[in-house]
Nanobody, 122 residues
Framework: QVQVVESGGGSVQAGGSLRLSCTSS?????MAWFRQASGKEREGVAG???????DYADSVKGRFTISKDDASNTLHLQMNSLKPEDTAMYYC???????????????????WGQGTQVTVSS
């Protein structure tokens, strides 16, 4: 059983930055960030397969950067130019395999963290 733990959430004003981190207890090929805002469905934010293959939701491209360190089983999400609409609970997810054409299919991910809250005020 792989354990996934997130950290780094918090509150920030619009235009600010936050960095989320996620640690997995074991190596997994695919890791990703998802988020769920109040009253909305969960959506994929950014995913990574190995150290180089990444995928982003259109809403965060150019603002968020995902990085995966396979040596330490960690995943980071650098979030810049944050907007109020980025406010959500952010979840880290991990899987031994995922679709190479779309890393943000939540059905592909078996292991999930408890989430970390990100709040962006205007």
């Amino acid at each position: 059983q792989v354990q996934v733990v997130e950290s780094g959430g918090g509150s920030v004003q619009a235009g600010g930055s936050l960095r989320l981190s996620c640690t997995s207890s074991g190596y997994t090929v695919c890791m990703a960030w998802f988020r769920q805002a109040s009253g909305k469905e969960r959506e994929g934010v950014a995913g990574a397969m190995g150290d180089e293959h990444t995928d982003y939701a259109d809403s965060v491209k150019g603002r968020f950067t995902i990085s995966k360190d396979d040596a330490s089983n960690t995943l980071h999400l650098q979030m810049n130019s944050l907007k109020p609409e980025d406010t959500a609970m952010y979840y880290c997810a991990a899987s031994y395999g995922c679709s190479t054409s779309d890393l943000l299919q939540d059905d592909d991910y078996k292991y999930w963290g408890q989430g970390t809250q990100v709040t962006v005020s205007s």
